[in-house]
């Protein structure tokens, strides 16, 4: 006779299995989840302070020290503005203990014998200004991927022989001719990842025993009540239950044994009674699911209806003519534009693009409209507006949302817009007889990201004729479901093809394009533009 087992004593085995590879599973996704938030965290982190600090330095007077090797004023108060920049990194991430912490900067250029160094902020490393460091394996790799003028931004993460863990930003600076001259870089101190190793991943397997080992207790003594004798009469009665369901009919399944059998038909009928409830829960959710829609529809209204109109007030204005429009991907967006007078000869012109889609990205949007607006009435640049702005929502952001902006106030009397940027895409700019084109503009990081930023004004001077395009990361992103892009050169071609139609119609022209390009592909990110041309 073949030898049975107890079902308590397969229970017990099951359980313990189950429960060790819970733990492992819990594990090994807490430490990937843990390592990709961390490193996207630390990227947008350094980056953000590496291409800051790029944009501040003069790539002129680098390549005048590589020659020279000598200091001058300038070279002292970048050496201070950097000092300072860490210093100001240093106390924050003391205060909040688990953020990523500026070590020190570096700045290098290439030459034959390997890198010289121009600023370096750590007093305690044998390189200093003028000093060169032959290539090593790692070094040379940097400047592989990162002395170019389009690089690819990669961290490198090192550890030291304290088990300190360190990553590194590089960011490449040009000087006025557009040739890479030097890197920037920040090297950080990683203190999340000594915290996940001897902190956060003992705790979740402290708590993970503890919550297993109850409810295997639990589930144990409920089994072993539960399953003990055949039963072939429940399961019979399980299958008419089925059938019984599928009909909306409640026909309890009826078994007085007194013991666990009858304990599990009790639950079968519980089923029973809960499947019935679910499937009229279906029909009714089928109207909450309209409601919900009408809800959305209503916000959508709202949202179209706090974005700026071409009233009569623009229409009959003879110094520009101005339209823009919103197609969000969903039923309501976090891209905005927005266009107000200022006094009667300054017109603010915003473009912007909040992180996130739905709900949450309307409503930062909102915010952020309404503090621009407020600010930029207020008076002041491009600049000190944006920078006003990004203080006010990292005060506020709980959420940790961005928002790019590109800001631009018009002299209606001369054509010259002042602007600033804060990581948004640069504006388009068509000249009267030529061909509409990109133009590169110095970008300071988002708003909401990180409140010391700073921005910086510069001039578009515009001559009657001339236009000003301006449209979020959802135009050229355009992708249809073969994952082939609109792209800038889409943009570009359409723009041209209909550079001498007003700014209404161009917009038009623009929607209809990528309308044709997607062919019925669903649209993934909001559309939004806005075209101003100057007449003097």
Known sequence: MKKKHPLSKKARRLMIVFSVIIILLTCIGVSISYYYQAKSSYKAFGFGYTRTVAEMLDGDKIENYITTKTKDDYYNAVEKKLKNIQSDNRA?????????????????????????????????????????????????????????????????????????????????????????????????QVQGVSKLVTQYIPTVVAILLVIIAAGAVVMFMSLRKLIIKPISRLNEAAKQMVTFIARGERHPVEIHSEDEIEELADSFNTMSEEMIEYIQKLAAAGEEKQKMIAELNVANTIQTGALPQVTEAFRENPAFSIDASMTPARDVGGDFYDFFFIDEN????????????????????????????????????????????????????????????????LDLSTGIITAANAGHDNPVVYRKGGNFGILENKRGFVLGGMESAKYKNFEIRLQPGDKLFLYTDGVPEATREDKKMFGEDGMLATLNAHKADAPGQLLQAVKDDIARFMDDSPQFDDLTMLCVEYKG
Not at 352 to 370: E, H, Q, Y
């Open 346 to 409: 300054h017109l603010a012109l915003v473009m912007a693009d909040v992180s996130g889609k739905g709900i949450p990205a309307a409503l930062f949007m909102m915010n952020t409209k309404v503090l621009i607006n407020d600010r930029a009435l207020m008076g002041g640049t491009p600049a000190e507006i944006l920078q006003g702005v990004n203080k006010r929502l990292c005060a506020q952001n709980e959420a940790d949302m961005f928002v790019t902006v590109w800001l631009g106030i």
């Open 92 to 188: 924050g991430a003391d205060e909040k203990k688990d953020e990523a912490m500026i070590d020190y900067f570096y700045v290098v250029a290439k030459t034959d014998e390997g890198m010289m160094y121009i600023w370096n902020t750590n007093e305690s490393e044998d390189y200093q200004f003028g000093d060169v460091k032959a290539f090593d394996t790692a070094d040379k790799y940097v400047f592989e991927k990162e002395f170019k003028e389009n690089p690819e931004e990669e961290l490198m993460f090192s550890r030291t022989a304290t088990q300190e863990y360190f990553v590194s930003a590089h960011s490449p600076i040009f000087n006025t001719d557009g040739e890479v001259v030097a890197l920037v870089g920040a090297q950080m």
